[in-house]
């Protein structure tokens, strides 16, 4: 089970990736397929209910098309 502050963590994450999505007009379906992750695992990210891996976090900023370093900046 994940701490408060570690689930906390998730939840600013998955705000800060729908923010990004949703800034290029993107639908899950769309960012899922962009980067090879399942729609319904992108939807549980931007929900703070599943951690990643760092390949997914990898294949996130390939398909918003950004560093990984914005990414990761929230």
Not at 12 to 28: E, P, T, V
Not at 56 to 61: A, H, R
């Amino acid at each position: 089970m994940l701490s408060e502050e570690h689930h906390d963590i998730l939840i600013k994450f998955g705000k800060h990736l729908q923010a990004l999505r949703l800034k290029q007009n993107l639908s899950l379906r769309k960012l899922a397929m962009n980067c090879n992750i399942d729609h319904a695992d992108v939807k549980k990210y931007e929900n703070g209910e599943l951690n990643m891996t760092l390949i997914s976090l990898t294949e996130l900023s390939k398909g918003l098309s950004i560093p990984l370093k914005e990414l990761m900046d929230f």
